[in-house]
């Protein structure tokens, strides 16, 4: 399909959802490729959780090494941003972040499928979070929840103003916090098959393609990490100013 | 927009909203396992070490502390009979000087009396061998004196 011309890049190939069992038709329960990434990232997730640390080790290993780094990072941020209460929504969190995490990571194997990319995935992460995050704080506070917008350390002319921006930058949070990840992963495939297209077209002589790849290739290795975190730490904050309102 | 077969992507295939639920549907049923697996395996396993290394970690500090006490407990000990000893010692030293002292002024008493007696037993003695050797003097010059005679009186 790229054999039209030489310079026939396309950079968004890889992010088309292909029903792989059913063939043509995509229906709403069609397996895709997405789903098979989503799974495997499932099985990366028990492999290294459930399989990695199954001696329950004093002294861990290397598996059992990761996984209590991961778990213990999430449970300390936790209790950093959104104190010992926000504990309760542990599960929640480290779900969400080892899902982002591992969808990231995987993403970056070659032919692999990114399904944190897909803006549908982060948008309806966000939202849960937006959802879950806005209910938790009525649940938790009552109307003094709203308190959250109405900031009684400013003063008492500016406050309506700031009601105005804190409420609009309220409901643009789930926007911006899927946007963000999506957004990240998104480009950084892009920008690296569009190199890789440049290195195809160049044949043997594609010595700067090939390094641009590998370049945009270690970023990308940070940038996965970092936007699973920022991810989740932002979901932190979200719980704690639903735990804690008013500033 | 985007196209579901082998063509290639117009434009974003993020946009494409028919894949909408299809995309949605999947990612409820994994997050669905996957809380599943976190909440049943992940989380009481890493509780579960967590808590067999705290148990181990907090008893070795417990003993540790225990140790510690008994350390300190034996230097006390240790303390107090070093003290003990450094005044029994004090003590020694000081009955057994006085002791001495007594002592060497008793003997000094004796050995001045011993002395004067021994002194006295030698004067005596000098003057008894005085006189013996003048008696005995006197009787040598008067034999000596009788020979001559004897002599002189036999030469003529």
């Given at each position: 399909m790229e054999k039209q011309s030489a310079f026939n890049i396309h950079p968004m190939d890889q992010f088309i959802i292909d029903p792989i069992l059913t063939g043509e038709s995509l229906e709403w329960y069609s397996f895709t490729n997405q789903a098979l990434w989503m799974l495997i990232s499932l099985v990366s997730i028990s492999f290294v959780f459930i399989y990695g640390s199954r001696k329950h080790q004093l002294v861990p290993g290397r598996l059992q090494s990761i996984a209590e780094l991961l778990y213990f990072f999430i449970r300390d941020m936790i209790i950093d941003i959104a104190g010992q209460e926000g504990l309760r929504y542990f599960p929640y969190i480290f779900t969400l972040f080892i899902l982002?995490?591992?969808?990231?990571?995987?993403?970056?194997?070659?032919?692999?499928?990114?399904?944190?990319?897909?803006?549908?995935?982060?948008?309806?992460?966000?939202l849960s979070v937006f959802i879950a995050v806005t209910i938790i704080g009525f649940v938790k506070n009552g109307l003094r929840f709203l308190n959250l917008f109405w900031i009684s350390s400013a003063?008492?002319?500016?406050?309506?103003?700031?009601?105005?921006?804190?409420?609009?930058?309220?409901?643009?949070?789930?926007?911006?916090?899927?946007?963000?990840?999506?957004?990240?992963?998104?480009?950084g495939h892009a920008v690296i098959k569009v190199f890789a297209g440049f290195a195809g077209a160049l044949g043997l002589g594609a010595i700067a393609p090939i390094f641009a790849i590998t370049a945009v290739y270690g970023l990308e290795m940070l940038v996965v990490v970092i936007q699973a975190y920022v991810f989740t730490i932002l979901t932190c904050v979200y719980l704690n100013d639903a735990l804690h309102p008013g500033h | 927009m985007a196209s579901t077969s082998d063509n290639s992507a117009v434009g974003m295939p993020q946009l494409d909203f028919s894949t909408f639920p299809n995309q949605i549907f999947w990612l409820v049923v994994f997050c669905v396992v996957l809380f599943a697996i976190v909440k049943l395996f992940i989380i009481p396993?890493?509780?579960?070490?967590?808590?067999?290394?705290?148990?181990?970690?907090?008893?070795?500090?417990?003993?540790?502390?225990?140790?510690?006490?008994?350390?300190?407990?034996?230097?006390?000990?240790?303390?107090?009979?070093?003290?003990?000893?450094?005044?029994?010692?004090?003590?020694?030293?000081?009955?057994?000087?006085?002791?001495?002292?007594?002592?060497?002024?008793?003997?000094?008493?004796?050995?001045?009396?011993?002395?004067?007696?021994?002194?006295?037993?030698?004067?005596?003695?000098?003057?008894?061998?005085?006189?013996?050797?003048?008696?005995?003097?006197?009787?040598?010059?008067?034999?000596?004196?009788?020979?001559?005679?004897?002599?002189?009186?036999?030469?003529?």
């Open positions: 982002i995490l591992f969808g990231n990571v995987l993403g970056l194997l070659p032919y692999s499928f990114t399904y944190t990319s897909h803006i549908a995935v982060t948008g309806f992460l966000a003063p008492l002319t500016l406050r309506p103003i700031l009601l105005i921006i804190e409420v609009i930058s309220y409901f643009v949070r789930p926007v911006s916090h899927s946007i963000r990840l999506a957004g990240n992963m998104m480009a | 396993r890493m509780e579960d070490i967590f808590a067999n290394r705290r148990k181990i970690i907090d008893g070795n500090i417990a003993k540790a502390e225990e140790i510690r006490l008994r350390v300190s407990e034996i230097e006390k000990l240790i303390e107090e009979e070093l003290q003990k000893a450094k005044s029994q010692c004090d003590e020694i030293m000081n009955t057994s000087g006085n002791n001495i002292k007594e002592q060497m002024a008793l003997a000094l008493e004796d050995s001045k009396i011993a002395t004067a007696q021994l002194i006295n037993e030698a004067e005596g003695r000098l003057k008894e061998l005085r006189d013996g050797s003048e008696a005995a003097i006197e009787k040598m010059s008067e034999e000596l004196a009788s020979e001559i005679i004897n002599r002189i009186s036999k030469g003529r």
